[in-house]
């Protein structure tokens, strides 16, 4: 079975570039998650949807942050526009029916701002 | 509010056995565990819910003590494999979402 697919796996941009974060979910999943990963703040949750609506966006760090989900089988997380502090591993993970399910990770994807 | 692992590392020879301790201030309604290798994804080990009721991988163990709000994940006759950094994932009674701890790195040496 095909996991959680996330793309691109690494992205190098300058500071005020639009950055789009691109996650494919295990099919059939109802519950999707982005997370943010720092060496300084570690595995945090930023939005999650529950069927394609977003869910709680109260992790999300700014208004430059906005994330979608316009079907089943398709998530993006842009940033508009990126900055430097904005650097980190982002992580798409997706679960069945409800979070008393396991979270599957994708292989996420290594932003850096310059 | 994050949850609070402890140790934050541990050192091991391949045989010998840890404890990884994770609390929360909160009531917590599910306690999830994951490991991730360097430059790699969390993976699923072990799900605790409230009740008692678990799901997970047979060869790792954990309990879940509700009143006190803590969950400890056992590391038994630890094997090279065992290496990385292992993280809970509290979620409380009224939502899904889960906090994460910091982490409890643990290295395994032959």
């Known amino acids: 079975d095909a996991g959680v697919i996330q793309s691109p796996r690494h992205e190098v941009t300058e500071m005020g570039q639009e950055v789009t974060l691109r996650c494919k979910p295990i099919?059939?999943?109802?519950?999707l998650f982005w997370y943010r990963q720092t060496m300084m703040r570690g595995l945090e949750l930023l939005i999650y949807?529950?069927?394609?609506?977003?869910?709680?966006d109260s992790g999300m760090p700014e208004d430059r942050f906005s994330a979608k989900m316009p079907n089943a089988s398709f998530s993006t997380l842009k940033i508009q526009p990126s900055e430097p502090r904005d650097s980190a591993v982002y992580f798409c993970?997706?679960?069945?029916?409800?979070?008393?399910?396991?979270?599957?990770f994708g292989d996420g994807t290594r932003l850096s701002i310059l | 509010q994050q949850p609070v692992q402890s140790p934050q590392a541990v050192i091991l020879r391949e045989g010998e056995d840890a404890v990884i301790n994770c609390s929360s201030s909160?009531?917590?309604?599910?306690v999830h565990w994951y490991r991730q290798k360097h430059g790699e994804a969390p993976v699923f080990l072990m799900i605790?819910?409230?009740?008692?009721e678990q799901k997970g991988h047979d060869k790792i163990s954990a309990s879940f003590n509700e009143k006190k709000q803590q969950s400890s994940l056992y590391l038994t006759a630890s094997q090279l494999s065992y290496s990385g950094t292992y993280f809970c994932?509290?979620?409380?009674?009224?939502?899904?979402?889960?906090?994460f701890g910091a982490g409890t790195t643990v290295t395994v040496r032959a």
């Open positions: 993970a997706s679960s069945l029916w409800d979070a008393r399910e396991p979270q599957h």
């Open positions: 099919s059939g999943h109802d519950y």
């Open positions: 949807f529950n069927n394609n609506v977003p869910i709680d």
């Open positions: 909160k009531a917590l309604y599910s």
């Open positions: 605790l819910l409230k009740g008692g």
């Open positions: 994932g509290t979620g409380s009674t009224n939502d899904y979402k889960l906090s």
